[in-house]
């Protein structure tokens, strides 16, 4: 029969142990989709527009990246994350985008105590990685509304939904798929917006 002596020398080994064993490094992706789109015949050359943080409806906005197995299961990466709230790296894209495509007079962030013309809002319907078997998706589908500033009156809007194929199941694959849906999104919003 093992002694106290033995069996505490044995919790102690399996404590240190259990010490040891180390969680994989966390790691941080970001978007960095193209932002090198140009406006051609803009009529909103002379227009100021402020770019409202987005907003979600059925996405909870963090910096956690998102998953689903199914219509009903959803999780989060817990190895991975994104640089910045969700919500705060689109609105960072958008002004971007917004502003090297030469399509408005000044491009602003929310946070500005400027007076603009007009406010692009935005509501995230979905922001998440698509994973059905061996296949799987990123997945963006976000709603803009162009409202004018002094009026308040929606001027349009347009949803824009993509669903890219990622080369790996992982959250690197999701990154990757992510920006290429940012590429196409940014390009049809400034061609939206120009027309």
């Not at 969700?86 to 105590?113: D, H, N, P, R, Y």
């Not at 692009?120 to 963006?140: M, N, P, W, Y």
Request: aromatic share 10%; net charge positive.
């Amino acid at each position: 029969m093992p002694s106290l002596r033995n069996i505490s020398w044995i919790v102690l080994f399996l404590l240190f142990q259990g010490c040891s064993i180390k969680e994989p490094p966390l790691k941080v992706y970001t978007l960095s989709a193209d932002t090198g789109i140009k406006a051609h015949n803009s009529a909103l050359k002379g227009e100021t527009v402020k770019v409202i943080y987005p907003q979600s409806l059925k996405e909870k906005i963090g910096q956690e990246m998102n998953f689903s197995y199914s219509d009903s299961e959803q999780g989060s990466y817990q190895n991975a994350q994104w640089s910045n709230n969700i919500a705060q790296l689109l609105q960072g894209v958008f002004i971007e985008t917004l502003q090297q495509s030469g399509l408005f007079k000044a491009v602003l962030s929310f946070a500005s105590t400027a007076q603009e013309d007009l406010r692009l809002e935005s509501t995230i319907f979905t922001f998440s990685h698509r994973v059905r078997g061996a296949a799987s998706d990123a997945v963006v589908s976000i709603q803009f509304f162009l409202v004018d500033a002094d009026s308040g009156k929606l001027v349009k809007s347009r949803r824009f939904s993509y669903a890219i194929p990622t080369v790996t199941t992982d959250a690197k694959g999701y990154t990757d798929a992510t920006n290429k849906a940012l590429r196409k999104l940014n390009r049809d919003l400034v061609s939206w917006l120009e027309g």
